[in-house]
Every structure is written in structure tokens, then in C-alpha cells.
Nanobody, 121 residues
């Protein structure tokens, strides 16, 4: 599956952004979908994952209660709603697809190109 992330931008602390990740192919609904982020000089870190149906989700502790992952299988799209953004949320955000419901980056088979999120204080 090929993935295209979008929706990043510049936002003030406390603001919101909604990231989207559009997938090509007819197998999107068979994948669990995740969001990861990578800040300069840091390793890529898990943010959120949704099961193939969207019924199960998991979040990093740092974003729990502020971010929401969801998906629309009819539109082959997964979303990340980010509220109450903090400067430490600034990073390049990547969407990824996996056959496993996992938080481990190496278990994801396909990756989008990333979208930049900048949060001003």
C-alpha cells in the first residue's frame, strides 16, 4: 500500500491540527494504521495506532487525551486529530501500515513521506 500524509503546518501552542493519510490500493482495510513522529536529533517515536476496523486504538502516553486516531475505510484514509498542541509535539509526522497491531516501527511495512508539524510557543 502507498501512503500520502498531509495536513501539517504551523500552529500556536494550544491549537489544533488534523493530519490525514490517504492510501492507495484496495487492501487498506486489512492494515492496522499507525502514526509516528520524529523530531530533529531524535529517534522516530510511536504516536498512535488504530486496528484495521478502527475499533481498537493505542496511544503514546505523551499524547493520550489530546490526540485521536480514526480511519475511514471507505475513503482509504486515516486521520490524526491533534488538540492542545505543545511545542514538544513539533516533528515530522509519518503514517504507516502494518499487518500487526503494534507500536514498534520496524513492524510497519509501508510508510508515508511525512508531514511537518511546527508548534510555536
Amino acid at each position: 500500500v502507498q501512503l500520502q500524509a498531509s495536513g501539517g503546518g504551523l500552529v500556536q501552542a494550544g491549537g489544533s491540527l488534523r493530519l490525514s493519510c490517504a492510501a492507495s490500493g484496495r487492501t487498506f482495510s486489512t492494515y492496522h494504521m499507525g502514526w509516528f513522529r520524529q523530531a530533529p536529533g531524535k529517534e522516530r517515536e510511536f504516536v498512535a495506532v488504530a486496528s484495521w476496523s478502527g475499533a481498537s486504538t493505542s496511544y503514546a502516553d505523551s499524547v493520550k487525551g489530546r490526540f485521536t486516531i480514526s480511519r475511514d475505510n471507505a475513503k482509504n484514509t486515516v486521520f490524526l486529530q491533534m488538540n492542545s498542541l505543545k511545542p514538544e509535539d513539533a516533528a515530522v509526522y509519518y503514517c504507516a501500515a502494518s499487518f500487526l497491531f503494534t507500536t514498534v516501527p520496524s513492524n510497519f511495512n509501508s510508510w508515508g513521506q511525512g508531514t511537518q508539524v511546527t508548534v510555536s510557543s
